[in-house]
């Protein structure tokens, strides 16, 4: 599990649009990385959704969104499509940096342990330094709490 202060390990993963994505590459802008389940489920729909209305005020803010699930990126390129998203959907497959970040693991899904993803949203800052952690438990209010916490630095 990372902590906060540390550098938060380095990365380049396949993205939406046939492209890659590497987060020492968003320096010196803050980054918003968030870990999701899967595109078009209706919590995740949800969350990315209220990112992607408050995605002009990250952008005003400075910041960089990173939407990361273990989707291949086809099913990111059709779901940012259809609809609309404004900001970066990055394909952890294997899943080996999701679990590497402490983002995988077991959790309780409709009562019962299972492993998964375990939804979080990790604020890095512009030297690359891990400043906030939020686990996840309900999404609505979720994405206008990481932008008041980016707003406030």
């Known amino acids: ?11 380049t993963l396949p993205c939406d649009g046939g492209s890659f994505v590497t987060l020492s590459a968003q320096k010196p802008a803050p980054v ?15 969350e990315m959704m209220e990112f992607n209305a408050l995605v002009s ?6 910041a960089k969104i990173i939407g990361l699930s273990k989707d291949k990126v086809a ?13 970066v959907l990055a394909s952890d497959h294997g899943g080996h940096l999701m ?10 899904f409709f009562g019962r342990q ?7 949203t990790v604020l890095i800052d512009g030297a690359g330094r891990i400043i906030q952690w939020w686990k996840v438990d309900r ?12 707003q406030a630095r």
């Open 99 to 108: 679990e590497e970040w402490g983002a995988f693991g077991q959790k309780l």
């Open 32 to 46: 918003v990385l968030f870990f999701y389940g899967k595109d078009g489920t209706p919590s995740c729909t949800n």
């Open 57 to 62: 005020k990250f952008t005003e803010a400075g």
């Open 1 to 11: 599990m990372l902590t906060l202060g540390q550098i938060a390990p380095d990365f």
């Open 114 to 120: 299972v492993l998964g993803v375990l939804r979080s």
């Open 75 to 87: 099913a990111h390129d059709k779901f940012k499509a259809k609809m609309g998203i404004g900001y």
């Open 139 to 150: 999404v609505k209010g979720h994405a206008a709490a990481v932008l008041a916490a980016v």
